[in-house]
């Protein structure tokens, strides 16, 4: 995908809008990738996307895991990773269940 090429190349963006569209897992993954190297994004609202399995979602979650020790955080809404926070061995959840703060939090933590 095109734009994540520009996102992984981007130092200015500091918001970003993707909700409501068709990425799937394909575009889930090449999100991850971007975000993984984009260290200046501070918010990402990606909710509403067709076509998502656990693959985009973990392959995400991966990129997210990548870009953990970024020096200003990222605020990831509209998704919900707690599916695959299994298959990335973060269990059991914490209290109040998995949310994308406290999934980077772990990641931080275990990195």
């Known amino acids: 995908m095109e734009l994540c090429k ?21 575009g889930f993954t090449a999100l ?6 984009n260290k200046t994004l501070q918010q990402v609202s990606i909710g509403g996307n067709r076509g998502v399995t656990d693959v985009g979602l973990t392959m995400l979650a991966l990129g997210l895991r990548r ?14 990773l707690a599916p695959v926070a299994e298959t990335l061995g973060m269990l059991p959840p914490p209290p109040g269940g998995w949310n994308t703060i406290k999934m980077l939090q772990a990641f931080n933590d275990g990195a």
């Open 6 to 26: 520009g996102l992984s190349k981007n130092r200015s963006l500091l918001e970003l809008n993707m909700q409501e569209n068709a990425f799937g897992d394909e």
């Open 32 to 37: 991850g990738n971007a975000l993984s190297i």
């Open 67 to 80: 870009r953990a020790r970024a020096d200003k955080p990222l605020n990831l809404t509209g998704i919900d």
